[in-house]
């Protein structure tokens, strides 16, 4: 399988465990400090990727802490992190979902700003599109606007900095080593806020199977859209993170009974089409064996596949 096509499957897969991961979290955190459930989740991750490492015989390292690309990537980790489980509490998880696709925007803005990509006017004009849908969603000057709502904004800032510094880290640094760093944040940033929040609880049966399964779901969707983006090409690996979306929705109002309007699904419309690549119906393929790349190319105004 080309590394293009795997990171697309590995993207879907880990937006749809991530989801999986937010509404557990927003569960939680209705019987439980918010940060008791990060700290939770920071040392149970610890753990699986720890034993995953040590499956693998790989040592643990310092030496990606020293890494630029690397502390850029804990940065927008932190702000992700601490702005993600916070929203959990206040925010719907179908808004939550809908705000993120904001986030293959920033990344094309700052794709162009430090990895030197060129950013013509179809983009610029996408990108302003995206803008206006994401504030479709928000909708700031409603009379029912809710300004927790701007900490999704702060996670999907930081998300697009983890995404473009990740790309940036050096390839001897194993995504599974990065993962477990990663997890030291969860838990400093959750000690940070149980001292703020206080009132830790003994958590229930019921909270800890959800607390299991929010660990093993996140871990896994954390490792797969790591390894996604660290696989395939930007342009075609981050417009499929939309799926969270559609994921978001469905889990939102059928388990978690909430509402959708319709201003908001036409921003979500918005946001996703000024994020589709140029030609969406294109995709290129590469060889395994480091040749020329194979490509598959469906013109839009060709239904027939050529292959080159």
Known sequence: MNANLKSIILMIIAMGCLTLTDMLIKIASQTLPIGQVMIFYGVGALVVFWGLLSIKSESIRLTPLTNTAVIWRNVGDLISVNSMFLALVFVPLSTIGAVIQAVPLLVTAAAALFLGEKVGIRRLFAIF?????????????????????????????????????TKLVRENFSTLLLSFYSCFLFIFSGIILLIIDGNPAIPAMDNVIILTAMIFAGCLGFFLMTEAVRLGDMSVVIPFRYTRLLFSIVAGVLIL????NAIMLIGSALTIFSGLPKA??????KTSNGDAPNRIIIKEDNKNANIT
């Open 257 to 260: 009974g909430e509402q959708v």
């Open 129 to 165: 599109t995206g803008f206006v849908g994401t504030l479709l969603i928000i909708q700031p000057g409603a009379a029912g606007f809710d300004i927790t709502v701007t900490l999704v904004i702060f996670a999907a800032v930081g998300m697009a900095l983890r995404d473009i510094a």
């Open 280 to 285: 969406p119906l294109k995709i290129f393929l």
